[in-house]
């Protein structure tokens, strides 16, 4: 209910006597409670205050009923005073009425609701800017089985997980007790960018819930808004409180100030809606995709009027009083770069601070800070992600701020994806495998983007780096072309969706039986689950008990015990779902007895069922065949069997003779090719002989087809072609089925669903570059073949575009040097080699100039006719063929151009040039000139000697060579080129220096204290270089140890001090040159001997201080949320003597030697680096220290969050 506080009687009838649209007029926005009803205001001494908030009792921004107007006069106001002393308070404002239902009816028929996952939600929030606003969300765990996922946005689309730790924070508890969690988000230091629409997302495993809210951010109060109603006064001062009357007039005066000084307010308001380095990157943008990228990042969902306001901003250049040269609005660099970032400052004395994220940055390996001139220089060195933030560079009172970007390197495919052939109602799964762990993968097929709010069917799924693409219940909508998209590549396949065909493995066989025998009719089909019935004559067959129907596996069977005459007839099976049939006829064999005598020839009574006169019997290879004779005679005949020309009498195994009475039967239990063959009875008995030929003819699949092979390719094509198998399996062959699929891959793809008649096929819609295998299968009426062998790996490629940029380089009497870039295309095949051909002008006769491919881009044409004009083409050759050639545009005169000779002489030979004694010289030096010029080399006016001095000269340069320097060898060399009467010469000065001699004279001139005077003279050799220094050496008499005790010194003399009294000295001087020192010292001839004196030490009394202390923590673990994927650290500091052990705890368990993580101490600082976070690595952190005083313990929470 909303309060309302009565004014006193007084104050009530000056209320009153006020038209109430005035009172309200003269009231500023901070007074109005129709405004915002947020605010409870003091109205004098009588007025006690009116409140205005959301309830059940009245609307918002009601104050009370509204009274009516009466006449301002004051003698009436006295008149009425005190009766409107007498009269009641204003009754409290009538609720708003609420819509009555009769009972039992109501509003809508509504569909119930799943309850919602919300048992608190928050609603509006108002703070203040610079404040701090904390949100809370109730959510009923009793409806879920384990922890929910949760997750807070501003606006449609920034999650502000990305946030977290800067100003946006997050808890979670959980009572146990009533089962409900409580998720927290906490702002800190609200800005006005602050407001707007929030939304909270939570996903469990069985349901969802969302709820949204909003924040208001107003700005700070001041105090001239808290003290306005100071205006709002009484004109009698020492009345009565009851007594005097409201100022308005100057209430009004100060509205009309505070108005002009809300215009300028509100000016100042939208400029500072953004935090200033908002507007800072926004003002150095210069791309217009970049506004929208900084508005999405930083939650501006009013982009226009941000656009707006900045076009009124970049009209006012505010030229800096600190900075001449400004950083970028942003900066971007690979992962483990480096990265420098430049200002420019206009006084070179002022102090200059750099800050990462609001923390000032100090110099280190990391951080290195550069002064030259009046730049400033911030290198970052070894970019990872933790430096992906916002900088800030600083003097005195002005800053800049600019942002760097951390690029991670291009997320490459591993494992491309397979092609696929599926059925109609399959489960499909493209899987394809990527060089990073939880790396951003797109799916598309046919160049449209596949997401979940597309098409609920797909189903994405990523394991490790491993990532799949799942449709449940495939249909033929789904074939297309697959593509999986990364940051660094992509990979294709086909998916092929077919309704399924059901294959006949084995069909039913026509029966012959006799009376109270049983007949089984057999057939296989292809797949497991498929269901049939039975007809007979087109009735449906039902089980009986004679009759018996069983379907196991790919199996049907119907048996029928004691067959009778009627149960002949035409017996069909018919898979349920497929237009297929199969179908039999059961032949009854009815035996009539006549009466014979008693001597009876034998006769055989065979029933060949219209066949012909060969009794031709053909089965299918692995079926049954029983051969069932009935055979009378008096007396009973023997029998036998002859296979072609051998008698055969096994009675058991896979073929046998079985005899009955009064027949004789010849059964193969699963034939074989083998069995083909001609059969022969034989009835023999007293009274005479009888005999019958079968034949049995096994027809079976056919063998694979031969030499499969590819004979050409094409860029996405490819010709097939196969010979015909050997054996045709006893039926002529129909057609041909083709499949073929990636090298490496395990899928077979089906090319072709109708069989094809002819042995070429050309196979299309290939990837060029990816290797492929293809292979065939033979058909005839029987089935389907095994598989032929697969072809060699083959790719489709195409041939080259033609090579480009075809210049001459060189042209002679004989040869023209040709030079040329690679193709623009050189397709999946690369490029073998090129060829290079010539032709006489007005000719189309080409010349191959080379029989053997040419890797690099240049060759010289050798053999040419002088004085001839030439052109000159190039073909570019890989394994698809020849690429169109490239011709040289103008025909080329053979004829060579004379040119002068020039010696380039090197930089560095322009100088002596100085060599130790022992090492190589190796000068080369390279020339010009045409024809090939005449090279000669003198040292000192002489000519060289060949035993020492090596020269060889080639068309554009001539080497001088020495395996081992001498001294002999320094001089001065000279090297002329010449051409017929035109010369070049050049001069080289070469010295070669060794280690000098020792110094000679080294004597000690003079003694005194502990100083000792010691003089030489230079060495007699300084080996051909200048002495750079002495190094001096001193050593006691009694030890002989030498130490140094001067080096580089370069006089002939010097000062030993801070000798020991006492002893007595030697010296030895070393000379040194380029080459080092030399090998052997110059030793003093004589010696310094350092007098003693008396001296007497008094050691100091004095008591160390014990600096032991047990270790302490000094500052702790915090509790940290990271993202999978970005390495993080933990840090703490600890002090403690002597310097404790430190160990490092996860979850209470010692963290030894794991990669993952790594340990550092930097002055009791203790540093936990984890390499690329898990969710397995989330837990409980602690950290130990530990010496022999005690122990210090300090813990934290380690959340590791996946982006989604």
Not at 451 to 472: E, Q, S, V
Request: aromatic share 8%; glycine share 8%; hydrophobic share 35%.
């Amino acid at each position: 209910m909303r309060r309302i506080l009565a004014p006193s009687p007084g104050i009530r009838q000056q209320m009153a006597e006020v038209p109430w649209n005035y009172q309200l007029a003269g009231l500023p926005r901070a007074l109005d409670p129709g405004a915002d009803g947020r605010r409870d205001v003091a109205l004098g001494s009588g007025f006690t205050g009116f409140s205005a908030g959301s309830g059940e009792g009245g609307a918002q921004g009601t104050v009370g009923p509204r009274p009516a107007p009466l006449a301002a006069e004051k003698k009436e106001k006295k008149k009425e005073e005190k009766k409107e002393e007498k009269r009641e308070a204003p009754e409290p404002p009538k609720e708003a009425p609420v819509e009555q239902h009769p009972e039992g009816a109501k509003p809508q028929d509504k569909p119930e609701e799943p309850p919602s996952l919300f048992l608190q939600k928050p609603g509006h929030v108002l703070v203040e800017c610079g404040k701090e606003v904390a949100v809370q969300v109730h959510v009923d765990g009793s409806q879920l089985s384990a922890r929910p996922g949760v997750k807070w946005f501003k606006g449609k689309w920034l999650e502000l997980g990305i946030k977290s730790g800067l100003r946006f924070q997050f808890k979670e508890t959980f009572d146990k007790e009533k089962k409900v969690y409580v998720f927290e988000l906490h702002v800190g230091k609200v800005v006005i960018g602050d407001r707007g629409d929030y939304r909270c997302e939570v996903t469990g495993k069985e349901k969802s819930d969302i709820c949204t809210f909003n924040i208001d951010v107003e700005a700070p109060r001041t105090e001239e808004s808290e003290n306005v109603l100071q205006a709002f006064k009484r004109t009698g001062e020492g009345k009565d409180n009851v007594a005097g009357e409201l100022d308005f007039s100057g209430l009004l005066k100060k509205r009309e100030v505070q108005g002009e000084e809300k215009k300028k307010k509100k000016k100042d308001d939208e400029e500072d809606a953004f935090p200033p380095e908002i507007w800072e990157l926004l003002k150095g943008v210069t791309k217009k995709s970049e506004y929208e990228r900084i508005a999405f990042q930083y939650g501006i969902t009013d982009l226009r009027g941000m656009l707006k306001r900045l076009k009124k901003a970049k009209v006012e250049v505010k030229k800096s009083a600190a900075f001449t040269r400004k950083l970028d609005p942003a900066y971007q660099v690979d992962k483990g770069n480096k990265v420098k970032m430049v200002v420019e400052i206009s006084d070179p004395d002022l102090p200059i601070k750099w800050y990462k994220n609001g923390q000032e940055l100090k110099p280190s390996a990391k951080y290195l800070f550069e002064n030259v001139g009046k730049k400033r220089i911030l290198t970052i060195n070894k970019c990872t992600l933790a430096d992906d933030a916002a900088y800030e560079c600083a003097v005195a009172d002005e800053k800049l701020f600019t942002e760097l970007f951390v690029k991670e390197p291009p997320v490459v495919i591993t494992k491309a994806l397979d092609d696929q052939q599926m059925f109609v109602g399959d489960r499909v799964e493209l899987q394809v495998e990527v060089s990073e762990e939880g790396a951003q993968v797109m799916w598309m097929k046919d160049g449209v983007e596949l997401t979940r709010d597309t098409a609920f069917k797909y189903r994405f799924k990523k394991d490790g780096k491993k990532h799949y693409l799942i449709i449940n219940d495939a249909t033929k909508e789904d074939t297309g072309l697959y593509k999986v998209m990364t940051n660094g590549g992509q990979s294709e396949g086909e998916l092929v969706v077919e309704d399924k065909q059901l294959e006949v493995l084995q069909d039913i066989a026509d029966l012959t039986v006799k009376a109270a025998e049983q007949a089984e009719f057999k057939c296989e089909v292809s797949d497991e689950k498929v269901t049939g019935k039975w007809y007979k004559n087109g009735v449906e067959v039902r089980p009986s008990k004679r009759i018996h129907i069983t379907h196991k596996g790919r199996f049907h069977k119907l048996e029928i015990d004691d067959v009778r005459p009627e149960d002949e007839a035409d017996y069909t099976f018919v898979p349920d779902g497929f237009a297929l049939s199969l179908s039999a006829k059961l032949n009854f064999l009815e035996i009539k007895v006549e009466y014979v005598p008693k001597q009876e020839p034998p006769k055989i009574h065979l029933d060949c069922s219209g066949k012909a006169a060969e009794n031709t019997i053909i089965v299918v290879a692995g079926n049954k065949v029983r051969l069932d004779v009935p055979i009378t005679g008096e007396p009973a005949p023997t029998v036998s069997w002859m296979k072609g020309d051998k008698l055969f009498t096994d009675t058991e195994g896979r073929a046998r003779i079985e005899v009955h009475p009064d027949e004789s039967s010849f059964v193969i239990d699963s034939a074989e090719r083998s069995d083909e063959d001609t059969y022969c009875i034989t009835v023999t008995n007293p009274v005479g002989q009888d005999s019958a030929i079968l034949h049995i003819k096994v027809v079976d699949v056919p063998d694979p087809p031969e030499a499969v092979r590819i004979t050409s390719v094409g860029e996405d094509w490819a010709i097939l072609v196969w010979d015909p198998p050997k054996y045709d399996g006893g039926n002529p062959i129909t057609g041909y089925l083709m499949e073929r699929k990636k090298k490496g891959s395990m899928r077979w793809m089906k090319l072709n669903f109708e069989v094809f008649g002819d042995t070429t096929y050309e196979s299309t819609r290939m990837i060029e570059g990816v290797l492929y295998e293809m292979r065939v299968f033979a058909v005839n009426a029987i089935g389907v073949s095994q598989p032929s062998q697969n072809t060699k790996p083959f790719m489709p490629i195409a041939p080259t575009s033609e090579p480009t940029h075809l210049t001459l380089e060189d042209v002679t009497d004989t040869t023209a040097t040709i030079k040329w870039r690679p193709p623009d295309r050189l397709g999946a095949g690369g490029i073998d080699g090129y060829l290079i051909q010539y032709c006489l002008e007005g000719s189309d006769e080409w010349v191959p100039a080379n029989t053997e491919l040419v890797e690099r881009c240049g060759f010289t044409v050798k053999g040419l006719p002088t004085g001839q004009r030439l052109l000159f083409r190039v073909i570019g050759v890989n394994i698809a063929g020849h690429s169109a050639p490239a011709t040289m545009g103008q025909p080329v005169t053979i004829r060579e151009i004379v040119e002068q000779p020039k010696i380039r002489l090197p930089r560095q030979l322009r100088q002596t040039f100085v060599k130790k004694v022992g090492e190589q010289v190796n000068l080369l030096i390279p020339f010009q000139g045409k024809p090939r010029p005449k090279v000669t080399w003198t040292k000192d006016g002489h000519p060289l000697d060949p035993k020492e001095i090596s020269v060889r000269t080639s068309d554009l340069d001539t080497i001088l060579f020495i395996r081992s320097a001498a001294r002999h060898h320094s001089g001065q060399y000279q090297l002329s080129v010449q051409i017929e009467n035109m010369e070049d010469q050049a001069t080289i000065q070469i010295r070669i220096v060794e280690k000098p001699g020792p110094p000679v004279s080294v004597q000690v001139k003079e003694v005194w204290g502990f100083n000792v005077l010691l003089e030489w003279q230079p060495p007699k050799d300084d080996g051909n270089s200048e002495i750079t220094g002495y190094t001096i050496q001193k050593a006691d008499k009694k030890t002989m140890e030498w130490f140094t005790v001067y080096e580089h010194n370069r006089l002939t003399r010097c000062t030993i001090s801070d000798l020991v009294m006492g002893n007595e000295y030697s010296f030895r001087v070393y000379s040194q040159n380029i080459c080092g020192l030399s090998e052997v010292p110059g030793v003093s001839k004589n010696t310094a001997l350092i007098q003693k004196t008396g001296i007497i030490f008094k050691p100091l009394d004095y008591q160390e201080h014990d600096f032991r202390m047990a270790p302490r923590v000094l500052t702790p673990l915090i509790d940290r949320t990271v993202v999978a994927g970005y390495s993080t650290a933990l840090n703490c500091a600890v002090r403690g003597h002597p310097k404790p052990k430190v160990i490092w705890m996860k979850n209470h368990v010692e963290i030894r030697e794991d990669p993952k993580f790594l340990m550092k101490n930097s002055q009791g600082v203790l540093t936990l680096h984890i390499r690329k976070p898990s969710p397995f690595d989330a837990g409980t952190y602690s950290c130990l220290a530990a010496n022999e005083l005690g122990e210090a313990l300090t813990e934290c929470k380690l959340d590791v969050r996946v982006p989604q």
